[in-house]
């Protein structure tokens, strides 16, 4: 199983970019996917999650800006990010469980100037 991110970038404030998180080599089913973000000399925090049926959990951070959704027939997931702001800056990480094992993307950077 791979997870593969895309649509990272730069973008001014108030901004928005769309990431990507395509799963390949999947045997089963995606279950709980999310997306974590690690911006320089921090730990790797949790930015959003979406579980098999579709409910979601945000962190307060990015409430109201951020949209995390996923289509099961293609086995993707999407990270909306409107109104950026500077402190959205970091490295975003696909993280999944996918039929009883976890899995990580390799990362896409989002940086985002003032």
């Known amino acids: 199983v791979q997870l593969v991110e895309s649509g990272g970038g730069l973008a001014q404030a108030g901004g928005s970019l769309r990431l990507s998180c395509a799963a390949s080599g999947i045997i089963g089913s995606m279950n709980n996917m999310a997306w974590y973000r690690q911006a320089a000399g921090k730990q790797r925090e949790l930015v959003a999650v979406i579980r098999r049926f579709g409910t979601t959990n945000y962190a307060d951070s990015v409430k109201g800006r951020f949209t995390i959704s996923r289509d099961n027939a293609r086995n993707t997931v999407y990270l909306q990010m409107n109104s950026l702001k500077p402190e959205d800056t970091a490295a975003y990480y696909c993280?999944?469980?996918?039929?009883?094992?976890?899995?990580w993307g390799q990362g896409t950077q989002v940086t985002v100037s003032e």
């Open positions: 993280n999944g469980d996918i039929a009883s094992n976890n899995y």
